[in-house]
């Protein structure tokens, strides 16, 4: 008998696909194929990566330390106007004193030797808060200061961005999220997917995370192909 593997995808604000095909591998080059004209890779640029960061919540945003990073990166095109887009707002940042949140894979959840993972929440059971950064607008007055709920400076290579907070329902949530916890796999971290713990009460300490297969789906896209993650499921 045939296993049918059904994609859940959530990439931003109201933007979902729903597949169901016969195999694994298909599904994922299924959903590829349906989303990549909805993404656009900014070339040989500076941006902000906020994959792996914590975020401090205040009056209802998240405040995250992303690292900044030079190179090819993939976000939603976000198009307006004529022919601009995310890459060409990240670009007028150069001189302007801002940068833009974009995605690539980071080497700290590659196996075996990263020592970050993937957490998966479950869809069932999670009501947590988590930061969706892609898009995120970060000030590069930022970079190497002090920022309200870091008790630490920022260095010259991390900068602050600020974005918007997703809070799970499980019941409506079709398909987990993902964020970014210590490796080797450690359970307790898997309280950051409950609202006790991960809220959008000011104060609050948040990480950035994603609907679950979105790191593997921009990567693909991005890069051809997919590297062994260290994941970590409850």
């Not at 974009?102 to 929440?121: F, H, I, K, R």
């Not at 290579?157 to 964020?179: L, R, W």
């Amino acid at each position: 008998m045939k296993k049918l593997f059904i994609i859940i995808l959530l990439i931003g604000a109201g933007f979902a696909l729903v597949i169901a095909v016969g195999s694994a591998a298909y599904a994922e080059n299924a959903a590829i194929g349906s989303f990549s004209s909805k993404f656009v890779v900014c070339s040989s640029q500076t941006y902000a990566l906020c994959a792996v960061s914590n975020c401090f919540v205040m009056d209802g945003l998240a405040y995250c330390a992303c690292d900044v990073e030079s190179g090819d990166s993939i976000s939603l095109a976000d198009s307006f106007d004529n022919g601009q887009n995310v890459c060409t707002v990240n670009a007028e940042g150069v001189d302007n004193g801002y940068m833009v949140s974009t995605y690539s894979l980071p080497d700290s959840v590659l196996a075996p030797d990263g020592s970050q993972a993937l957490y998966t929440c479950p869809a069932s059971t999670s009501n947590g808060a988590y930061a969706q950064c892609d898009g995120g607008v970060c000030f590069t007055s930022t970079q190497g200061k002090s920022f309200p709920g870091f008790s630490q400076p920022l260095t010259d290579s991390q900068i602050i961005c600020s974005c918007p907070i997703t809070v799970a329902d499980p019941a409506t949530a079709k398909t987990g999220y993902q964020i970014v916890g210590p490796y080797p796999c450690q359970n307790s971290f898997f309280k950051n997917c409950m609202r006790a713990t991960a809220n959008k009460k000011t104060g609050s300490q948040i990480y950035v995370g994603a609907p679950a297969g979105t790191p593997r789906l921009l990567t693909r896209l991005l890069d051809g192909s997919v590297p062994k993650l260290n994941q970590c499921l409850p």
